[in-house]
């Protein structure tokens, strides 16, 4: 009895520890990284596409050749971090895109844009599988939904914050005589470099080697993961060439793919679509409003997602933790392009902003359930590589159907069409595994207590 509780109090130790020394840092890198990957969100209405000329489908091919790169790269560099480490590897790409990012800050031509974007997709390509993989090698299953939660709360915060802050160097316009939205482009991307650098020497690649941690958590740590790594690799384990060739792998890539159309649609269009509303309802907004405005549905989305992934983790994450708020986001993304005021608007899209970041953090814990090893890389870089398909599609369909309706009702509904796929494939995979019997009651995750 005593030992039991003794382990008890070592486990809440070595979790604790980890959420507070590892996942914000990792969640400052995040942050960083999606500031980097949508500041062209930004700088297109306030300077870019009319100092360069871009039309709606020009602009959302800007966008979207960013993913071209991070596509091409994307399981090649999460397996190198697999093989040389996390901390050199994410190290690594975290400089590199700091390095292509600043550059954006002379861009002077629609192809130089899009060359420079698909390079800062090479660049920051295995960045996010691997921050995924990395916090996976650290946490055992049943703290996973919790701790992942905490690192996803910087999606959503990095609009929260990062609007208004890019709308106040937006404002800095004539700063070394340069225009508003280079300054911008500057200000967001020389962070990169320097917490890249802290990385390097911050990060530690597996519990065993955490001083920080006392012995009898690196202890415990270990043994737990261990155990995990021979049960995946005994039962259904599955490795990097069959992760690649694996049904599950391919209908959970699918479903992540409606959810990050959605995603990135709302990020990378949600600023010019409130650029437009004084030409819609003749309201009239300077820069900083409106970067306020941006970051409105964002704050509650990040309570909804904390919320959302503590109920998951307490209950075990089941198949409507993540098909219920696909559902919600398949029919108000295309109902908020129907309300008569920008209030209404924003208040549908809010609504929709929750449900996306409530549905991903608990997706993530599903592939690392049956992926361990060499084949949790290969297989998350390949749900994240087909995902980010969506983020290449999404901008540029989405331009594209505007510049050839003069609205954005049609793409909106094709948003909605691909979360409302994502809800069925993910209710379809629950069905079949019931049906197996390999997860009865529906349960994909263990239980974890959070007292």
Avoid at 104 to 112: A, H, K, L, Y
Avoid at 388 to 403: C, H, L, S
Avoid at 417 to 436: D, H
């Amino acid at each position: 009895m005593e030992t039991t509780i003794a382990t008890a109090a070592v486990e809440r130790s070595a979790i604790r520890k980890v959420s507070l020394r590892l996942v914000p840092f990792i969640a400052l890198m995040f942050f960083i990284n999606f500031l980097d990957r949508t500041a062209i969100s930004f700088a297109g209405p306030n300077g870019l596409t009319k100092d360069l000329g871009l039309t709606a489908a020009q602009f959302g091919f800007a966008a979207g050749v960013f993913f071209v790169g991070y596509i091409l790269l994307e399981i090649p560099s999460n397996l190198a971090l697999h093989k040389y480490g996390a901390r050199r590897w994410l190290a690594r790409i975290m400089v590199s895109w700091g390095v292509v990012a600043i550059l954006f800050t002379w861009v002077s031509s629609v192809e130089g844009l899009y060359l420079l974007r698909f390079l800062l997709g090479v660049a920051e390509a295995g960045f996010f599988p691997g921050a995924i993989l990395f916090l996976s090698m650290w946490v055992p299953a049943r703290h996973r939904s919790h701790v992942l939660s905490l690192f996803y709360l910087a999606q959503p915060l990095t609009i929260v914050i990062g609007a208004p802050v890019a709308a106040l160097l937006i404002e800095a316009h004539g700063l070394f005589g340069l225009a508003g939205w280079r300054v911008m482009f500057f200000g967001v991307a020389a962070p990169a470099i320097a917490v890249g650098v802290v990385a390097w020497f911050y990060l530690a690649d597996k519990p065993a080697q955490a001083k920080w941690l006392s012995q009898a958590e690196r202890d415990w740590l270990t043994e737990a993961l261990d155990k995990e790594e021979k049960v995946k690799a005994h039962s259904h384990g599955v490795l990097a060439g069959k992760a690649l060739l694996n049904g599950r792998v391919w209908v959970l890539a699918l479903t992540y793919f409606g959810l990050i159309y959605g995603l990135y649609a709302l990020a990378f269009f949600l600023p010019t679509i409130i650029g437009g509303f004084e030409a819609q309802y003749g309201s009239k907004f300077n820069v900083f409003q409106k970067g306020w405005i941006t970051a409105i549905p964002y704050f509650p989305a990040a309570i909804a997602l904390f919320l959302w992934s503590r109920d998951a983790t307490r209950r075990g994450v089941r198949p409507w933790h993540v098909g219920l708020p696909a559902l919600v986001g398949a029919v108000s993304i295309p109902l908020a392009l129907y309300m008569n005021s920008p209030a209404a608007t924003v208040a549908v899209i809010t609504v929709t902003a929750c449900a996306i970041f409530s549905a991903l953090p608990t997706f993530w814990s599903i592939p690392a359930r049956f992926l361990s090893g060499a084949g949790a890389a290969a297989g998350i870089a390949l749900i994240n590589t087909i995902g980010n398909f969506a983020g290449f599609a999404a901008p540029y369909v989405t331009g594209t159907i505007k510049d050839a309706t003069g609205s954005y009702q049609v793409p909106m509904f094709i948003v909605g069409g691909f979360m409302l796929l994502s809800a069925l494939l993910v209710f379809a995979i629950s069905t079949t595994e019931k049906r197996s019997g390999s997860e009865p009651g529906g349960v994909l995750e263990p239980k974890a207590n959070l007292k």
